[in-house]
């Protein structure tokens, strides 16, 4: 046997000798979640650019919409808790776990909060609803579809901490970067619906 038939035997019984290793059904399961609520998200972004200008009734956006700095500042702001909380908890460090947690829900909330009296001026003041016209049902469907995703990474991230303060949520700082994976995905879609809305739109 020459060497070089020798080396290519030697390669074929190292690679039948290693075993293959599943992924981890977690992270898949997340990513195609991610990719599912992507494809959803893109075509609600499609639908509110390709309605941009077409109401044929007002308001229009350039007539009812503000920059929601601060809350945006406060959602992006809230990767970087969450990031955090989730290094604190695979370091076993427990109170700073906790803290990032509380801190990147209270960041959601006033993120949340923002978005409620935003809607509640643009109804009182505008009467601007879902049926008032295209800008509306756009509006509100990608928006709110963006709030849902915010309402339940918060609900995840409660029940997490609450866990947490009962001291159950040791040993599982993988399934918390599961949920850190999800918080930095609703967390970037934001960029993208910011983008489309308050300043393509307007």
């Known amino acids: 046997m020459t060497p070089t038939n020798a080396m290519n035997a030697r390669g074929v019984r190292q690679l039948a000798q290693s075993e293959w290793v599943l992924p981890d059904r977690g992270r898949v399961a997340v990513l195609c979640l991610m990719v599912t609520e992507f494809a959803l ?4 972004v499609v639908a509110y650019i390709f309605y941009i200008g077409k109401s044929l009734s007002g308001p229009m956006p350039a007539d009812v919409l503000e920059l929601p700095v601060w809350a945006t500042a406060c959602l992006l702001s809230s990767s970087i808790t969450v990031g955090l909380a989730e290094r604190a908890l695979k370091s076993d460090r427990a109170p700073q776990f906790k803290l990032w947690t509380a801190a990147t829900i209270l960041l959601g909330l006033e993120f949340m909060r923002n978005t409620a009296v935003e809607w509640h001026r643009l109804i009182r003041d505008f009467h601007l609803t879902i049926a008032t016209n295209l800008f509306g ?3 509100y469907s990608l928006v709110g579809l963006h709030a849902s995703h915010v309402v339940l990474g918060l609900t995840l991230l409660t029940l997490t901490l609450v866990l947490g303060l009962r001291g159950n949520m040791d040993g599982q700082g993988r399934r918390f970067e599961l949920l850190a994976w999800y918080w930095h995905f609703v967390d970037g879609v ?10 393509i739109g307007r």
């Open 137 to 139: 049902t756009t509006f």
């Open 190 to 199: 934001w960029i993208a619906v910011f983008t489309v809305v308050y300043v």
């Open 41 to 44: 998200f893109t075509i609600f």
